[in-house]
């Protein structure tokens, strides 16, 4: 088994790393605060002093971090992976990020004999925790290959979408996606309450039909419930919003619907509602009805 070095332990990459410690795999952790790195140590995982050496240690490396400039800072900068890890070794980026930006980091790295493998996840904090993720990966064949056993014990179900930054793609596609679907679940809703007609019942009959999905099963729920606690906060979506925009700008994809509703996540995040699970979007539609 290849040694790990996994460097970001938040609400995804700590459940991650552990169910890696787990499997038995030797793990490196890093990351910026301490009390995640203690709670792995505990765990049999090896603390790591800072990103390069803890990619000096590894056979692969995997980070799980917020944003694009937190990639790029934690590999290209200063004591960053890029310093430490070796030729011949594998990077593996979990994160969600600009699709421009996995690729720049993929051909750093292939300056110093390192294939890179862009790997964002859908599922949350519920499937990092379960290794239920569905992973979707940006590389080589055989870089992906190479990481498949670690994919198998993070997730459920690995795709490989195609070359370096196609991952990201592919995850920026899927936070579109989630996002119109909230939105549509809550003007649907809201059209049945303005209406007088019981929301909670209009629910159960389009989850019997052709309109059913995940995202009116479980956040039709938050709405009926106001249940807005994270789940996925608006920051977080807000943010891989404005990355398939930046995609969409780059590539030449007009993206009018996604612009819609980013609008809407601003809105919620400039009311104070940025820490509030995604589906909140509910809230706002009622509040703008006069609710």
């Known amino acids: 088994m290849e040694r790990i070095g996994f460097i970001g332990l938040g609400i995804m990459g700590k459940p991650m790393a552990a169910n ?13 605060s301490s009390a995640a790195v ?5 765990a049999g995982a090896t603390a790591g002093e800072g990103p390069a050496a803890t990619a000096a240690q ?21 004591g960053g992976v890029a310093e430490g890890i070796r030729e011949g070794s594998l990077f593996v980026d979990m994160s969600t990020i600009s699709p421009a930006v996995s690729r ?8 110093r004999g390192v294939e890179a493998v862009d790997a964002p996840v859908s599922g949350g904090e519920p499937a990092a925790r ?18 498949q056993p670690i994919f198998d014990v993070l997730g459920k179900a690995t795709t490989h979408i195609g070359p370096p930054g196609a991952g990201q793609v ?56 106001h249940a807005f606690d994270p789940g996925f906060r608006i920051a977080l979506h807000r943010k891989d919003l404005a990355i398939a925009q930046q995609a ?9 619907a996604t612009s819609l509703v980013a609008s809407l996540l601003d809105a919620l995040i400039a ?21």
Do not use: W
């Open 20 to 32: 890696l410690v787990a499997a038995g795999y030797e793990v490196t952790v890093h990351n910026r």
């Open 38 to 42: 203690d709670e792995l140590v505990a």
């Open 58 to 78: 590894a056979d692969v490396v995997v980070t799980m971090l917020p944003d694009s400039p937190d990639v790029e800072a934690v590999v290209l900068g200063e």
């Open 104 to 111: 720049r980091v993929h051909t750093a790295l292939a300056e």
């Open 130 to 147: 379960d290794g239920q993720l569905a992973i979707m990966a940006g590389g080589s064949e055989e870089a992906v290959a190479r990481a």
């Open 170 to 225: 592919a995850k920026a596609a899927n936070q579109l996606v989630v996002a119109l679907n909230i939105q549509a679940v809550a003007e649907a809703l809201l059209l049945a309450r303005c209406a007088g007609v019981d929301p909670a019942r209009v629910r159960e009959a389009l989850l019997g039909g052709f309109a059913a999905s995940r995202v009116l099963e479980v956040h039709g729920e938050r709405m009926l419930e």
């Open 248 to 256: 969409g700008r780059d590539d030449g994809a007009p993206l009018p």
């Open 271 to 291: 009311q104070g509602d940025g820490d509030r699970d995604h589906s909140a979007i509910g809230a706002l539609y009622e509040r703008l009805a006069g609710e």
